[in-house]
């Protein structure tokens, strides 16, 4: 496995965890379809959430958010849509978020959690 697949791993584990610390129930992680991933899909209080983490090990490259791009968050919204009709378990708000991570592998990675990015 490489490297970026592991700090993505990496990443999206500790977004679930500081989900579940903030209240979300995780309801699937790294849901697939023929047309992409979400990397988590979360319930809090009335809402789905669907979670998009981007982790990276510096801010050479830019920051985690950045790479979210139109087109991906089009495609998130398509694939949340096909999620709804796929799951028995899709009454509420829709919402997609992100969760950006920094040094993910320090003790105290940097975290930041947008709500309603697309």
Excluded at 99 to 104: E, H, Q, S, V, W
Aim: net charge neutral; proline share 3%; hydrophobic share 35%.
């Amino acid at each position: 496995m490489g490297d970026n697949s592991r700090l993505g791993q990496r990443g999206e584990q500790i977004a679930t965890q500081w989900l579940e610390e903030h209240g979300y129930t995780i309801l699937e992680r790294n849901w697939r379809c023929p047309r992409g991933e979400i990397d988590v899909v979360s319930r809090i209080s009335e809402s789905i959430v669907f979670v998009e983490a981007k982790t990276r090990s510096t801010l050479d490259y830019g920051h985690p958010f950045e790479a979210i791009t139109a087109a991906k968050k089009a495609r998130l919204r398509q694939l949340a849509l096909m999620w709804t009709t796929q799951s028995t378990n899709h009454s509420g708000l829709l919402r997609i978020d992100a969760i950006g991570i920094l040094n993910a592998w320090s003790r105290t990675p940097c975290i930041e959690h947008l709500e309603g990015i697309a």
